[in-house]
């Protein structure tokens, strides 16, 4: 799989199908991956991420979801290549994702923030030494800065986003930043350090408002449910249509409170999110694993409403 040389676009974080009795549902991911790589606009898919259930992956299975995605979209007429989210807590344990997810087929990682800098925080310096070990285990890969919320402990200052998009290896930015002003912040100062990396938002929730900020794109979990929507609004945005883009979010904010709620991405969200792929025929089973509790009844019915006018449903 050739490098991805333009990572502006849309980029869905790809849902992990699972049967029943919670294996991983290898023909019904190669059928959603196909899927996604047919919308004209989705320049990658990423595996792994948390509407992936990343946490509910052990490292083999993690590695085994990149394994058949990269398998499904190998020797297609229009490359759509995989990027593999890495989510481990120390410089080794990267390191060996990393390297597992390129023999898997990732020619490209998301690395989200070790979470025990959530509880314990993080100085510059363990930032940059843990991409430079995930770099330094898998250097054919172009890596992606996944970044978090300023309320974390977690979230990456300005100047430390602009320290990392002059790395020559990290060629994009995963912005998660709910704070509008130092989301507006921290594109300029990625812009300013390297006006070449890309900056994709990853505000499931937020889209249009996040996407009008001058932004390359969008890396989100929500594509892997109404990828053309997400198509739609992001080429009204680039094309200055505000009008249109309105009408479009229009249709996506009821889906977007369905499975949203009034919040941010939760796992039950996710579960909610596959409940209404069910609904909308992208998946055959709905199925999340434990903890991850799935929809109760009163929010599969807002989910069906959501889905139907929307003209989705199938079910």
Not at 94 to 111: F, M, P, T
Not at 153 to 179: C, I, N
Not at 182 to 198: G, T, V
Request: with cysteine; glycine share 8%.
């Amino acid at each position: 799989m050739p490098a991805i040389s333009n990572y502006r676009g849309i980029i869905p974080a790809i849902s992990c199908p699972f049967t029943p009795d919670h294996r991983i549902d290898e023909p019904a991911l190669r059928k959603l991956a196909s899927w996604l790589a047919g919308h004209e606009g989705v320049v990658a898919i990423m595996t792994n991420g948390h509407t992936g259930e990343v946490f509910s992956l052990t490292p083999a299975e993690r590695a085994e979801v990149t394994r058949i995605v990269a398998d499904e979209l190998k020797g297609l007429a229009r490359p759509v290549p995989v990027i593999s989210s890495i989510v481990c807590e120390g410089l080794a344990d990267a390191a060996e994702h990393a390297r597992a997810a390129v023999e898997a087929g990732a020619v490209a990682l998301d690395v989200m923030p070790p979470h025990h800098w959530l509880r314990f925080g993080f100085t510059p310096g363990h930032a940059l030494q843990y991409f430079e070990a995930i770099h330094k285990a898998a250097p054919s890969a172009d890596l992606i800065c996944h970044v978090y919320p300023a309320w974390t402990r977690a979230s990456y200052s300005s100047q430390l986003l602009a320290d990392l998009a002059r790395l020559p290896y990290l060629q994009a930015f995963k912005v998660g930043q709910r704070d509008m002003n130092k989301y507006a912040r921290d594109i300029q100062a990625i812009r300013e350090a390297d006006a070449s990396k890309a900056i994709l938002t990853c505000h499931d929730e937020y889209l249009l408002a996040s996407m009008v900020q001058g932004v390359d794109g969008a890396l989100v979990g929500f594509a892997t449910f109404i990828p053309q929507l997400i198509i739609d609004l992001w080429n009204a945005v680039k094309a200055g249509d505000l009008k249109k883009a309105m009408a479009v979010q229009a249709v996506i904010t009821p889906l977007k409170d369905a499975v949203y709620g009034g919040g941010e991405p939760t796992g039950e969200a996710h579960a909610r999110m596959k409940g209404g792929m069910y609904l909308a025929g992208v998946l055959d089973d709905a199925t999340v694993r434990p903890p991850t509790e799935a929809p109760n009844a009163k929010e599969v019915e807002a989910l069906r409403a959501a889905v139907k006018q929307a003209g989705l449903l199938k079910r």
